[in-house]
């Protein structure tokens, strides 16, 4: 069945927690800070309260979500059982509908999204240490420009 999207409402904050908790335990190279009540209360009441939020669905079933605040994306994940199903590439399509501009981070370990996003037009400009994120892991910033 294809992916369907939709905008996510507050009544899918255990949904996307239940997306975002396992993805995010994929980066083993990062510190574990939070536990699954945790990750849900933030999307629940930091997410949901300040991005636009998109679902990813198959068969009713929550596969990936796309967090975007402005021209940023938040937050990308995509379930491990369903990574490589083309959920992350339509919700970034998506997210870039009727923009010029779109930034995000990325940790610098994190070689697969890397690639994803590179592939996806995005270029790194800036690299940092880390000691400004949660984590104090080195990250990137990338950008990607409709016309560039």
Not at 37 to 50: C, K, N, T
Request: a neutral charge.
């Amino acid at each position: 069945m294809a992916i369907q999207l939709r905008r996510a409402t507050l009544g899918d904050a255990e949904t996307i927690a239940a997306v975002f908790s396992p993805s995010f335990r994929l980066l083993t190279f990062l510190p574990a800070l939070h536990t699954l009540a945790e990750d849900r209360w933030f999307i629940e009441h930091i997410v949901l309260r300040d991005c636009e939020v998109l679902l990813a669905e198959r068969d009713s079933i929550a596969v990936a979500f796309l967090a975007r605040q402005g021209d940023e994306v938040r937050l990308l994940y995509v379930h491990p059982d369903n990574l490589r199903s083309g959920a992350g590439t339509q919700l970034l399509a998506a997210a870039k509908a009727g923009r010029d501009i779109l930034e995000l981070w990325c940790f610098q370990a994190n070689t697969p999204a890397r690639r994803f996003y590179e592939r996806h037009g995005f270029r790194a400009v800036r690299f940092t240490d880390g000691a400004r994120n949660e984590e104090k892991m080195p990250d990137v910033r990338y950008r990607w420009e409709r016309h560039a």
